[in-house]
T-cell receptor
């Protein structure tokens, strides 16, 4: 079964810190890597996504770093805020069906 | 506003009962999906449909059934054969034009509890 391994399972940072969430994959056919943000009681929402032909993508305070040779990618949140407290899922696909990581629960404390 | 509507938000099921969760989208998306979410388990695919009148089993289809009679609608039935149905259920949809345009849109979920 195709897998995406995500770590850590939970993360606590202080306001202004830079939480980093890591994901690793095995299937070299994967060519699209989105991140989703989910608040309690809500559905996930697309946050940012990257293709493997670039090593980094920034959107506002959110940055994806991609290492194709290592088959790893990560999400960095700059100047984190309490409002960023949520569960973050990485995902990957080589077709039109996403495979999700198990999620990281981020808590940003004031 | 375009989006995905899941109903009800909360649902209680007695042992041995079948229940149906509704999912409607007005995004004109071709593909629709049902996921189950349990704490620490991430999102697990139950069923998906890429076109009307066609659907495929996902990783955990046992005890569930779906239909896709209309492009806008993809209801999920949790049958009595599903032994542990208490979970948060998420419906999603997507276009199939390209991966960038593709991006899943999720509904707000239905929390099902067995009583």
């Amino acid at each position: 079964q195709q897998q995406v391994k995500q770590s850590p399972q939970s993360l606590i940072v202080q306001k202004g810190g830079i939480p980093i969430i890591n994901c690793a994959y095995e299937n070299t056919a994967f060519d699209y890597f989105p991140w989703y943000q989910q608040f309690p009681g809500k559905g996930p929402a697309l946050l940012i996504a990257i293709r493997p032909d670039v090593s980094e993508k920034k959107e506002g305070r959110f940055t994806i770093s991609f290492n194709k040779s290592a088959k790893q990618f990560s999400l960095h949140i700059m100047d984190s805020q309490p409002g960023d407290s949520a569960t973050y899922f990485c995902a990957a696909t080589g077709s039109y069906q996403l495979t999700f990581g198990k999620g990281t629960k981020l808590s940003v404390i004031p | 506003d375009g989006g995905i509507t899941q109903s009800p938000k909360y649902l209680f099921r007695k042992e041995g009962q079948n229940v149906t969760l509704s999912c409607e989208q007005n995004l004109n998306h071709d593909a629709m999906y049902w996921y189950r979410q349990d704490p620490g388990q991430g999102l697990r695919l139950i069923y998906y449909s890429q076109i009307v009148n066609d659907f495929q089993k996902g990783d955990i289809a046992e005890g569930y059934s779906v239909s896709r009679e209309k492009k806008e609608s993809f209801p999920l039935t949790v049958t009595s054969a599903q032994k542990n149905p208490t979970a948060f259920y998420l419906c999603a949809s997507s276009r199939r034009v390209s991966k960038e345009a593709y991006g899943y849109t999720f509904g707000s979920g239905t929390r099902l509890t067995v009583v």
